[in-house]
């Protein structure tokens, strides 16, 4: 059985361990997703306000210096600047100075996203000989990104366009454009940005569905653990408990017996000649008193077990808990120091002879740890709780939990491990709770149990 709970135990580790290294895969691989398109989105972004502007490079070579009339749709500023950094052709939101850029220097670009705007600064002077298209404009890194992704003459999807005939003007013609150096352009990419929410909204959402169902399944896996370690529970107990009553069916007969002899053995003892039988008498007294001893050991583990087996609903009845609880110190041969913190009524319904069970096995507990035993009543939100504490050395460290409750578990000398097991059984049969922990200021330990309170308006007893 050991061997098949280690394994258990394995396939639970490698099953979690599987599921964040999946996890964290898919994060992973989503930041690599936005971090291709982003990228992906600046360099079309950059490409379209390049083709944009050097078609109005084109047209200012041609026609004379642009309006804002003939300004392409996205198109909100376009400037052509000398080498002092003054405008020679100032349109739409295009500044009428700016710093110089060197003839040499690459292509730059800002993206205002707030206003949907990408501005692009670009030197001019690319000789007259190259001719090039709008490919060859781009800024070498941007153009290999662009062909890399298939956008390109490389990738097969875009031949580069027919060369013009004055595409961007070299040196020779730089007269033309009035000495100017560098040219800017204000392009409005909001479409861009909008289909970029876009996306990444629906992968987010998609990210956040695999996510959910990753957690989704990891927690139907923890809950058909738990399922099935509770059907083994139930079947071990159903085979412990079909056997326990066979036992206990065949002890007691046996049991009787032994009594019965035994009272049979003090008498005839008893009964001889007086000075031989007094002498007799008390030679075997004490092992007769052992043989008594062990065989009402036997007789109470019998009980427990046979009270373990019965049906743990039994026949519930209101019971006001404020009465019962003063009636208890009565009943036991140790002190036992009630509290109450209920003003008015506190009933519960179950078996008032369940409730004796319980209380009994956790009182006799307490007492056996060290006397005397603190009993406490209070009233939580909706349930009664009921405290039995001690002064004891406490619980073990490996003691504490659920496996304290069940059937057998016992660290007591002498102990059968029956009678907290029975208690939690009725108590859960109920609609309770029980549990046993140390207490806050570590002298002793204490078992808490919580019982539904019953309503004022249901308090006629059925």
């Given at each position: 059985?050991?061997?098949a709970?280690?394994?258990?135990?394995?396939?639970?580790?490698?099953?979690?361990?599987?599921g964040v290294g999946?996890t964290?895969?898919?994060?992973a691989?989503?930041?690599?997703?936005?971090?291709q398109?982003?990228?992906h989105?600046?360099?079309?972004?950059?490409?379209?306000?390049l083709q944009?502007?050097?078609?109005?490079t084109e047209y200012?070579?041609?026609?004379?210096?642009?309006d804002?009339?003939?300004?392409?749709?996205?198109?909100?500023?376009?400037g052509?600047?000398?080498?002092?950094?003054r405008?020679?052709i100032?349109?739409?939101?295009?500044?009428?100075?700016?710093?110089?850029?060197?003839?040499?220097?690459?292509?730059?670009s800002?993206?205002?996203?707030?206003?949907?705007?990408l501005?692009?600064?670009?030197p001019l002077?690319?000789?007259?000989a190259?001719r090039?298209?709008?490919?060859?404009?781009?800024?070498g890194?941007?153009?290999e990104?662009m062909?890399?992704?298939?956008?390109?003459?490389?990738?097969?999807?875009m031949?580069?366009?027919?060369?013009?005939?004055?595409?961007?003007?070299?040196p020779?013609?730089?007269?033309?454009?009035?000495?100017a150096?560098?040219l800017?352009?204000?392009?409005?990419?909001s479409?861009?940005?909008?289909?970029?929410r876009?996306?990444?909204a629906s992968?987010?959402?998609?990210?956040?569905?695999l996510?959910g169902?990753l957690?989704?399944?990891?927690?139907?896996?923890?809950?058909?653990?738990?399922?099935?370690?509770?059907?083994?529970?139930?079947?071990h107990l159903?085979q412990?408990?079909?056997a326990a009553r066979?036992?206990?069916?065949?002890?007691r007969?046996?049991?009787?017996?032994?009594?019965?002899?035994?009272a049979m053995l003090?008498?005839?003892?008893?009964g001889?000649d007086?000075?031989?039988?007094?002498?007799?008498?008390?030679?075997?007294?004490p092992q007769?008193?052992?043989?008594?001893?062990?065989?009402?050991?036997?007789?109470?583990?019998?009980?427990?077990?046979?009270?373990?087996?019965?049906?743990?609903?039994?026949?519930?009845?209101?019971?006001?808990?404020?009465?019962f609880?003063?009636?208890?110190?009565?009943?036991?041969?140790f002190?036992i120091?009630?509290?109450l913190?209920?003003?008015?009524?506190?009933?519960?319904?179950?078996?008032?002879?369940?409730?004796h069970?319980?209380l009994g096995?956790?009182?006799r507990?307490?007492?056996?740890?060290a006397?005397?035993?603190e009993?406490s009543?209070r009233?939580?939100?909706?349930?009664?709780?009921?405290?039995v504490?001690?002064r004891?050395?406490?619980?073990?460290?490996?003691?504490a939990?659920?496996?304290?409750f069940?059937?057998?578990?016992?660290r007591?000398?002498?102990?059968f491990?029956?009678?907290?097991?029975?208690?939690?059984?009725?108590?859960?049969a109920?609609?309770?709770s029980?549990?046993?922990r140390n207490?806050d200021?570590?002298?002793?330990?204490?078992?808490?149990?919580?019982?539904?309170?019953?309503?004022p308006?249901?308090?006629?007893?059925r």
């Amino acid at each position: 059985m050991s061997t098949a709970m280690n394994r258990e135990k394995r396939q639970r580790y490698l099953l979690i361990a599987a599921g964040v290294g999946l996890t964290t895969l898919l994060v992973a691989g989503f930041v690599f997703l936005l971090s291709q398109r982003g990228e992906h989105d600046r360099t079309l972004m950059e490409f379209e306000a390049l083709q944009a502007a050097a078609a109005l490079t084109e047209y200012y070579a041609r026609s004379g210096p642009p309006d804002e009339s003939v300004l392409p749709e996205r198109v909100r500023g376009f400037g052509i600047y000398d080498d002092s950094g003054r405008a020679r052709i100032q349109v739409g939101t295009a500044p009428a100075a700016r710093q110089p850029i060197p003839p040499s220097a690459a292509p730059r670009s800002e993206l205002y996203r707030g206003e949907g705007t990408l501005r692009l600064v670009r030197p001019l002077g690319v000789p007259r000989a190259t001719r090039p298209g709008p490919m060859d404009r781009m800024p070498g890194n941007m153009r290999e990104r662009m062909q890399d992704r298939g956008m390109g003459p490389r990738g097969g999807m875009m031949q580069p366009p027919e060369p013009t005939p004055n595409p961007a003007p070299g040196p020779e013609s730089r007269s033309a454009l009035g000495g100017a150096t560098f040219l800017l352009i204000d392009y409005d990419v909001s479409h861009i940005l909008a289909s970029t929410r876009t996306r990444l909204a629906s992968w987010s959402a998609l990210g956040l569905a695999l996510i959910g169902l990753l957690a989704a399944v990891a927690a139907l896996s923890h809950r058909l653990h738990l399922y099935e370690e509770d059907r083994r529970k139930r079947e071990h107990l159903v085979q412990l408990g079909e056997a326990a009553r066979t036992l206990a069916h065949e002890i007691r007969n046996p049991l009787g017996a032994m009594r019965l002899q035994t009272a049979m053995l003090r008498k005839r003892l008893g009964g001889t000649d007086a000075a031989a039988g007094s002498a007799g008498a008390l030679s075997a007294a004490p092992q007769l008193d052992i043989l008594d001893e062990e065989v009402g050991r036997i007789d109470a583990l019998v009980n427990e077990v046979r009270e373990f087996l019965q049906d743990p609903t039994g026949a519930p009845e209101n019971i006001e808990l404020t009465e019962f609880l003063q009636s208890l110190p009565t009943r036991y041969s140790f002190p036992i120091e009630v509290e109450l913190h209920c003003p008015s009524p506190c009933t519960v319904r179950l078996d008032r002879h369940r409730l004796h069970s319980v209380l009994g096995n956790v009182l006799r507990n307490a007492a056996e740890a060290a006397p005397p035993v603190e009993l406490s009543l209070r009233r939580t939100r909706d349930s009664a709780e009921i405290r039995v504490a001690d002064r004891g050395p406490g619980l073990p460290a490996d003691a504490a939990g659920e496996h304290v409750f069940d059937p057998f578990y016992t660290r007591k000398e002498g102990g059968f491990g029956v009678g907290l097991a029975v208690s939690k059984r009725f108590v859960e049969a109920a609609g309770g709770s029980i549990a046993l922990r140390n207490r806050d200021d570590g002298a002793g330990a204490e078992c808490i149990i919580h019982l539904p309170e019953v309503p004022p308006d249901a308090r006629a007893d059925r």
